[in-house]
């Protein structure tokens, strides 16, 4: 069974610029977690999908939105990108909303 | 609101040492209890987890005891090998749509 994919891997962006990152959970899981991971933060809970709707949203600015899509597939956004939104962001599907599997992250750098 | 405590690293080990890194939670209700495993470059995977007091967890020779007495959920392995050299999270979910990660705890085992 394939697990969680995670598109790109890598990002360099500019700062005022957005960026979409893209997830695919494994195949039948429907609920759909995002995190941002930094080095000072640890890991921050984002949003979380199930069938194309958010259930819960952590403290972040209206810059960063999400959507899930019919096939469970999920994407964000981060709309005008600040220096500290450099991170690694972990996308995590599950069926049991309790056990969740993580993806590789994308890695995103913002000069 | 809920949270989890870890002990700050890094722990440092020679290999076949005894591992302990404690977890304490604060929750309402009975959460279930996890801890999740980051290997260098890549996301999260689940070691194990306890759903209930007094369960204990285990996998790969590491094993935590969910204890309700003193909201504890401590990892412990008694012979830790170079390969297990990672940073551990600590994590709870109360039923709600998130998990609430603790800093995590990086370890080092030198052979």
């Known amino acids: 069974k394939a697990g969680v994919t995670q598109t790109p891997r890598y990002l360099i962006k500019t700062r005022g610029q957005q960026v979409t990152l893209s997830c695919s959970p494994i195949?039948?899981?429907?609920?759909v977690s995002w995190y941002q991971q930094t080095p000072g933060q640890g890991l921050q809970f984002l949003f979380e999908?199930?069938?194309?709707?958010?259930?819960n949203k952590g403290n972040f600015p209206g810059r960063f939105s999400g959507r899930q899509f019919s096939n469970s597939r999920s994407e964000m956004n981060v709309s005008t990108l600040e220096l500290g939104d450099s991170a690694l962001y972990l996308c995590?599907?599950?069926?049991?909303?309790?056990?969740?599997?993580f993806g590789p992250g994308t890695r995103l750098t913002v000069l | 609101g809920d949270s989890v405590t870890q002990m700050e690293g890094p722990v440092t080990l020679s290999e076949e040492a005894f591992l302990t890194i404690n977890c304490t939670y604060t929750?309402?209700?009975?959460?279930?209890l996890f801890w999740y495993v980051q290997y260098p470059g890549e996301g999260l995977q689940l070691l194990l987890k306890?759903?209930?007091?007094?369960d204990k967890g285990s996998n790969k020779g590491f094993e935590a005891t969910y204890r309700k007495e003193t909201t504890s959920f401590h990892l412990e392995k008694g012979s830790v090998q170079v390969s297990d050299s990672a940073v551990y999270f600590c994590?709870?979910?109360?039923?709600?749509?998130?998990?609430?990660f603790g800093a995590g705890t990086r370890l080092f085992v030198k052979a």
């Open positions: 994590a709870l979910h109360t039923g709600g749509f998130k998990t609430i």
């Open positions: 195949s039948g899981h429907r609920s």
């Open positions: 306890a759903t209930k007091a007094d």
């Open positions: 929750a309402t209700g009975y959460p279930s």
């Open positions: 995590a599907s599950s069926l049991d909303p309790r056990e969740q599997f």
């Open positions: 999908y199930f069938s194309e709707t958010q259930r």
